[in-house]
Protein backbone atom coordinates (compact mmCIF):
# COMPACT_ATOMS: atom_id res chain seq x y z
CA UNK A 1 0.00 0.00 0.00
CA UNK A 2 2.56 2.41 1.12
CA UNK A 3 4.78 1.42 -2.42
CA UNK A 4 1.83 2.66 -4.82
CA UNK A 5 1.22 5.80 -2.69
CA UNK A 6 4.88 6.57 -3.31
CA UNK A 7 4.41 5.63 -6.96
CA UNK A 8 1.71 7.73 -7.70
CA UNK A 9 3.36 11.02 -5.68
CA UNK A 10 6.29 10.70 -7.74
CA UNK A 11 4.14 10.00 -11.09
CA UNK A 12 2.04 13.44 -9.92
CA UNK A 13 5.34 15.60 -9.36
CA UNK A 14 6.77 14.38 -12.93
CA UNK A 15 2.85 15.64 -14.43
CA UNK A 16 3.54 18.80 -12.60
CA UNK A 17 7.16 19.55 -13.49
CA UNK A 18 6.71 19.17 -17.11
CA UNK A 19 3.82 21.11 -17.68
CA UNK A 20 5.46 23.84 -15.69
CA UNK A 21 8.41 23.79 -17.59
CA UNK A 22 6.28 24.28 -20.73
CA UNK A 23 4.62 27.05 -19.33
CA UNK A 24 7.76 29.00 -18.38
CA UNK A 25 9.21 28.04 -22.00
CA UNK A 26 6.08 30.11 -23.60
CA UNK A 27 6.13 32.34 -21.98
CA UNK A 28 9.61 33.62 -22.50
CA UNK A 29 9.64 32.64 -26.21
CA UNK A 30 9.42 36.24 -27.41
CA UNK A 31 11.26 37.61 -24.96
CA UNK A 32 14.43 39.70 -26.82
CA UNK A 33 17.92 38.34 -25.45
CA UNK A 34 19.86 40.22 -23.01
CA UNK A 35 22.25 42.54 -24.63
CA UNK A 36 25.99 42.96 -23.29
CA UNK A 37 29.03 44.97 -24.08
CA UNK A 38 32.63 45.27 -22.56
CA UNK A 39 35.47 46.90 -23.98
CA UNK A 40 39.10 46.43 -22.56
CA UNK A 41 41.31 49.66 -22.37
CA UNK A 42 44.44 49.67 -24.53
CA UNK A 43 47.57 52.25 -23.51
CA UNK A 44 48.27 53.94 -26.11
CA UNK A 45 51.31 53.06 -28.60
CA UNK A 46 53.85 55.38 -29.50
CA UNK A 47 55.06 54.80 -32.46
CA UNK A 48 58.05 56.92 -32.73
CA UNK A 49 59.30 55.47 -29.62
CA UNK A 50 59.39 52.11 -31.23
CA UNK A 51 60.93 53.42 -34.50
CA UNK A 52 63.76 54.96 -32.53
CA UNK A 53 65.18 51.93 -30.82
CA UNK A 54 63.85 49.67 -33.86
CA UNK A 55 67.25 48.56 -35.55
CA UNK A 56 67.44 48.08 -38.85
CA UNK A 57 67.97 44.67 -40.91
CA UNK A 58 70.99 44.61 -43.08
CA UNK A 59 70.13 43.22 -46.13
CA UNK A 60 73.30 43.57 -48.20
CA UNK A 61 74.94 39.94 -48.78
CA UNK A 62 78.06 40.04 -47.09
CA UNK A 63 81.00 39.63 -49.54
CA UNK A 64 83.81 37.20 -49.03
CA UNK A 65 87.09 38.66 -50.48
CA UNK A 66 89.55 35.74 -51.84
CA UNK A 67 92.71 36.40 -51.21
CA UNK A 68 95.48 34.25 -53.47
CA UNK A 69 99.59 34.30 -52.78
CA UNK A 70 101.70 35.41 -56.06
CA UNK A 71 104.40 33.45 -56.36
CA UNK A 72 107.15 35.85 -58.39
CA UNK A 73 110.29 33.82 -59.61
CA UNK A 74 113.65 35.27 -60.06
CA UNK A 75 115.21 34.55 -62.80
CA UNK A 76 118.58 34.71 -62.74
CA UNK A 77 119.96 34.93 -66.62
CA UNK A 78 117.81 37.43 -68.17
CA UNK A 79 118.83 35.61 -71.90
CA UNK A 80 116.91 32.71 -70.76
CA UNK A 81 113.84 33.43 -72.70
CA UNK A 82 113.27 35.46 -76.35
CA UNK A 83 110.26 36.34 -79.06
CA UNK A 84 110.72 35.46 -82.75
CA UNK A 85 108.49 36.84 -85.58
CA UNK A 86 106.93 34.61 -87.83
CA UNK A 87 104.01 35.32 -90.22
CA UNK A 88 101.62 32.89 -90.54
CA UNK A 89 100.42 29.96 -88.65
CA UNK A 90 103.43 27.83 -89.01
CA UNK A 91 106.13 28.62 -86.73
CA UNK A 92 108.90 26.41 -84.88
CA UNK A 93 111.35 27.67 -82.00
CA UNK A 94 115.04 27.88 -83.30
CA UNK A 95 117.65 24.81 -81.86
CA UNK A 96 119.04 27.51 -79.60
CA UNK A 97 116.06 28.13 -77.59
CA UNK A 98 113.19 25.07 -78.30
CA UNK A 99 110.66 25.23 -75.96
CA UNK A 100 107.57 27.70 -76.80
CA UNK A 101 106.05 28.73 -73.79
CA UNK A 102 102.51 29.44 -75.64
CA UNK A 103 102.89 33.20 -75.25
CA UNK A 104 102.47 35.32 -78.77
CA UNK A 105 101.44 38.65 -79.72
CA UNK A 106 99.90 38.84 -83.39
CA UNK A 107 98.74 41.75 -86.05
CA UNK A 108 97.11 41.23 -89.30
CA UNK A 109 98.89 43.50 -92.07
CA UNK A 110 100.93 45.71 -89.86
CA UNK A 111 104.43 45.32 -88.70
CA UNK A 112 105.00 44.47 -85.10
CA UNK A 113 108.49 44.50 -83.14
CA UNK A 114 110.42 41.36 -81.80
CA UNK A 115 113.12 42.08 -79.73
CA UNK A 116 113.41 45.62 -81.07
CA UNK A 117 113.49 44.49 -84.74
CA UNK A 118 110.33 44.51 -87.24
CA UNK A 119 108.77 41.50 -88.52
CA UNK A 120 108.66 41.98 -92.72
CA UNK A 121 105.34 43.31 -93.18
CA UNK A 122 104.65 47.16 -94.43
CA UNK A 123 101.91 48.49 -96.85
CA UNK A 124 103.43 49.24 -101.01
CA UNK A 125 102.61 53.00 -101.69
CA UNK A 126 102.81 54.85 -105.19
CA UNK A 127 101.20 57.62 -106.64
CA UNK A 128 99.49 58.47 -110.19
CA UNK A 129 99.81 60.62 -112.95
CA UNK A 130 96.86 62.02 -115.10
CA UNK A 131 97.76 63.11 -118.99
CA UNK A 132 94.96 64.84 -121.01
CA UNK A 133 91.83 63.99 -118.44
CA UNK A 134 93.00 60.42 -117.92
CA UNK A 135 95.09 57.96 -115.45
CA UNK A 136 98.09 57.95 -117.37
CA UNK A 137 100.50 55.26 -115.32
CA UNK A 138 101.25 54.73 -111.49
CA UNK A 139 104.58 54.95 -109.92
CA UNK A 140 105.52 52.71 -106.68
CA UNK A 141 107.59 54.39 -104.11
CA UNK A 142 107.99 51.88 -102.28
CA UNK A 143 107.06 48.16 -102.68
CA UNK A 144 106.53 47.24 -99.30
CA UNK A 145 106.75 44.00 -97.67
CA UNK A 146 105.48 40.53 -96.42
CA UNK A 147 102.82 40.15 -99.69
CA UNK A 148 101.91 36.92 -100.43
CA UNK A 149 99.00 37.38 -102.96
CA UNK A 150 99.02 40.80 -105.02
CA UNK A 151 96.85 43.50 -103.13
CA UNK A 152 94.07 45.36 -104.23
CA UNK A 153 94.75 48.67 -105.70
CA UNK A 154 91.60 51.63 -105.84
CA UNK A 155 92.15 55.10 -107.45
CA UNK A 156 90.42 57.40 -104.97
CA UNK A 157 89.36 60.91 -106.00
CA UNK A 158 90.86 63.41 -108.98
CA UNK A 159 87.87 64.59 -109.96
CA UNK A 160 87.29 61.79 -112.55
CA UNK A 161 86.05 58.18 -112.82
CA UNK A 162 86.49 54.61 -114.40
CA UNK A 163 90.45 54.43 -113.34
CA UNK A 164 91.39 50.82 -112.52
CA UNK A 165 94.83 49.12 -112.01
CA UNK A 166 96.34 45.37 -110.64
CA UNK A 167 99.49 44.94 -108.84
CA UNK A 168 102.13 41.92 -109.47
CA UNK A 169 104.07 40.64 -106.57
CA UNK A 170 107.85 39.03 -106.49
CA UNK A 171 109.33 37.88 -103.44
CA UNK A 172 106.60 39.14 -100.86
CA UNK A 173 106.68 42.99 -102.97
CA UNK A 174 105.14 44.92 -105.30
CA UNK A 175 107.13 45.19 -108.10
CA UNK A 176 104.90 46.71 -110.91
CA UNK A 177 101.35 47.85 -111.60
CA UNK A 178 99.52 47.74 -114.45
CA UNK A 179 96.67 50.66 -115.06
CA UNK A 180 93.81 48.81 -116.89
CA UNK A 181 91.37 51.71 -117.47
CA UNK A 182 92.88 54.88 -117.46
CA UNK A 183 89.06 56.54 -116.69
CA UNK A 184 88.40 59.85 -117.79
CA UNK A 185 87.93 63.76 -116.56
CA UNK A 186 90.72 63.64 -113.77
CA UNK A 187 91.56 67.25 -113.04
CA UNK A 188 93.58 66.48 -110.64
CA UNK A 189 96.03 63.86 -109.51
CA UNK A 190 94.18 60.99 -107.66
CA UNK A 191 95.77 58.66 -104.38
CA UNK A 192 96.53 55.34 -104.86
CA UNK A 193 95.20 53.33 -102.16
CA UNK A 194 96.90 49.42 -102.39
CA UNK A 195 95.52 47.29 -99.42
CA UNK A 196 97.85 45.80 -96.87
CA UNK A 197 99.56 42.58 -97.12
CA UNK A 198 97.24 39.92 -95.85
CA UNK A 199 99.36 38.11 -93.47
CA UNK A 200 99.28 37.67 -89.73
CA UNK A 201 102.66 38.70 -87.90
CA UNK A 202 103.72 36.98 -84.66
CA UNK A 203 105.73 37.65 -81.77
CA UNK A 204 106.18 34.10 -80.44
CA UNK A 205 108.44 33.90 -76.93
CA UNK A 206 110.76 30.62 -76.86
CA UNK A 207 113.16 29.26 -74.22
CA UNK A 208 115.88 27.70 -73.60
CA UNK A 209 114.66 25.04 -71.27
CA UNK A 210 111.21 24.73 -69.25
CA UNK A 211 110.41 27.61 -67.06
Given at each position: MKNILFISILIIFIIYSCIRQKYIVEKFKDTPPIQSSFSIPIPPFDTNKFAKDAKPIDTKTKKHII?????????????????????????????????????????????????????????????????QGRLDEIVITNKGLGYTNPPKVNVIGGNGVGASAYALVKTGSVYKIIVTNQGSGYTSTPSIKISKPNVVNTCNLCCKNEL
Open positions: TKKIVTRNISNSKLCKFFSSSGSNFTCPKEYPVFTGASLSVKGDSIACNGANTQSKRTSAIGSIK
